[in-house]
């Protein structure tokens, strides 16, 4: 915090002919109109005196407020006419001001007691102009970056440790930004990438290639050479048993054929459990693939998204029915929200339109630089 009776160097300086002057002026044009009361506790008069200095005199504010703190701290002797306030003159404003008070007061051309302190303003200092009645938000480069990191905090508020987007539909972000980007941050998550590419492999099986060992054989020869040479053999063998078994007339050896036959049909099941085992992991390999390099178009292809008619994907939370009539659609817990990627979409928003985001009331984010800091301001209401 500043004490402000360090504007000058030595408090106790006798008042120089110039303020001597100076404070005169005031007090003919300016001081007489009023009573003391006025004068220390009247913002609008208060005003008005440093207006007179910065547009009269053409003063810099730093000396304005010198002689404004001046001409008050010492008005009772002024307007007795005392002239003994002139070799030992009241200066300064001995109240603490802050830093981010005196950034504000100099742009706004007021001394620092006319700002009254207000609940901070996503973490920034926040004051009252009791000349205008308007709120200001004043703050540094790290203040602000704090700022707007705490506006995110708002905008995504429950959606951290990447949310279902049943959840992501209830958020503040929806209200930010609509739904239309959601599909940008969608993922699935990994431990359901492994889990469904299986499944949907053994599925795509039973569906397409039936669940007979002639039935498994038959589509996937086609696709392994190795297996169906194999296959050709066992059957081949086979048919060679069968047809010695129809010329012979003696049971034990029938017998023994036949122990040969259901041999060779043991491993035909054999090898088509194995066949199947193999192009379920093929199957599972390109699953996983498709769900990890384009989920997206995974997730089209199996009905959680949709497509617009610009051809972008995009998610919707209804399914189906009228626009009176609308249930809410459901989504697996598998498919989540990257967090981490949607808050550094937001802040890269925010920061885009950070005068329009923290200025609320006129958008424009003005500056001030104060021993040797820059300082941000934003006009709240």
Partial sequence: ?????????????????????????????IGQEYTIDQIYYDFDIGQHIMEFLKDYFALPYKSALEIYYLYNNNLPKITREDDSWVQNPVRGYEEEASAEQMVLAKHLGV??????????????????NEVDGHLYAVGDNWEVENAMEEMVDTILYGLENDPTPDKFFNSEYRSYYGLGELVDFLYIADWAIEEISKEDAHREIEDWYGNTPEELLTPIAE???????????LQGRRDEYEEMMMNTDNDNQADLLQDKIDEIDREIEELSETAKDDIALELSDNNRKWMEESPLDWLYEFGY????????????????GSIYDR?????????????KKLRADVLEKL???????????DGEERTEDYNGETYYIYKTE
Wanted: hydrophobic letters at 25%; glycine letters at 2%.
């Fill in 223 to 233: 696709r392994r050479p190795d297996i169906e040479k194999e296959w050709e053999d």
């Fill in 111 to 128: 001394p620092p007691n006319f700002l009254t302190t207000e609940h901070t303003y996503y973490q920034m200092s926040h004051f009252q």
């Fill in 1 to 29: 915090m500043l004490k402000l009776s360090l504007l000058t160097e030595d408090t106790n300086k006798p008042a120089s002919n110039f303020e001597q002057r100076v404070v005169k002026m005031i007090h003919n044009k």
């Fill in 305 to 320: 998204i949709d497509m617009n008619d610009n051809g972008k994907y995009e998610i919707d939370e209804w399914d189906g």
């Fill in 351 to 361: 920061n885009y339109s950070r005068s329009e985001e923290l200025a609320r009331y």
């Fill in 327 to 339: 249930k809410k659609r459901k989504y697996p817990s598998w498919l989540r929200v990257d967090s």
